[in-house]
């Protein structure tokens, strides 16, 4: 399943306007089940084979059963393979998943301009897609961030302004970290009010974060699986452009998915009702 999805449902377990079922679960019986979870709040968080990060102090990590379970408790669907990093009051957290499309090649110059007349193009489409769906669709702006690679750390980031049709903001970043056989993406769910504080954040744990022996992208070997797409590809095929053909978003038209999420205004309030504490550490 895509990042797209698990975002989405993850969002729709703090919005209060659509009327989830958990939005009314007193937040100490969610607690109660949280730190019944297996939180790692130390050493190497093991992200699946592909990779590891190292666990900050005062941050915790849930390997992949935790996490389907962390899913439930935020009365979504349960995923496989992914994993969970984020502090201890879970004021904001992080999310990993592995896209196992092959070898990307980075030997592309990105068009910012281009891109983004793309994806405006293929969200007019979706507009009146959604539309037709009963959705109130989602507006593309603008760039938040400029699409940007670091042939060093093969990380290729972007953000993307979008809006409702009420005017409400909503903010996309997307952070995907290129290896030898896929892509590793980092997502990132935050309360817009300190959404540019947990960028910061969450790049600063990404630091600790690498691919293992052998599954980095400089230890491509000729034979490996090829992606048959690049970098914008990884771009236009994310964002905006994907939101509406997913159908995820009946009853969660504010939220976007895959990359940095902001919650719009009024939903703020409830993360942190429900994330100003922390996970127990059992001995």
Not at 11 to 32: E, I, P, S
């Amino acid at each position: 399943m895509s990042w797209l999805r698990y975002i989405c449902t993850v969002l729709g377990a703090f919005a209060l306007a659509t009327g989830t079922a958990y939005a009314q679960t007193n937040t100490n019986d969610v607690w109660a089940e949280f730190n019944k979870l297996n939180w790692q709040f130390n050493g190497i968080g093991r992200i699946g084979n592909q990779a590891g990060i190292q666990i900050p102090a005062g941050y915790a990590f849930l390997g992949a059963s935790d996490t389907r379970r962390f899913l439930e408790l935020n009365g979504n669907l349960p995923e496989d393979d992914r994993y969970i990093i984020g502090p201890k009051d879970l004021h904001w957290f992080g999310g990993f998943g592995f896209e196992d499309s092959g070898y990307v090649s980075d030997n592309e110059k990105l068009d910012p301009d281009s891109l983004l007349e793309t994806l405006k193009s293929n969200n007019r489409e979706q507009q009146a897609e959604m539309r037709q769906h009963g959705l109130d669709p989602l507006i593309l702006v603008g760039w938040f961030v400029e699409p940007h690679y670091d042939l060093v750390t093969k990380r290729l980031e972007w953000g993307v302004r979008l809006s409702t049709v009420s005017g409400d903001p909503v903010v996309n970043y997307t952070i995907k970290l290129l290896g030898r056989r896929g892509v590793m993406d980092a997502i990132l769910v935050s309360d817009p009010q300190s959404l540019e504080n947990d960028i910061r954040e969450f790049k600063s744990v990404l630091r600790g974060y690498s691919f293992n022996d052998g599954e980095r992208y400089s230890e491509f070997r000729s034979g490996d699986k090829i992606a048959e797409y690049g970098l914008s590809a990884l771009i236009v095929g994310g964002a905006a452009a994907a939101a509406a053909k997913t159908g995820v978003f009946k009853g969660l038209a504010k939220f976007i998915g895959v990359g940095v999420i902001a919650l719009v205004a009024g939903i703020g309030g409830f993360f942190k009702k429900l994330f100003r504490r922390e996970p127990s550490q059992r001995a």
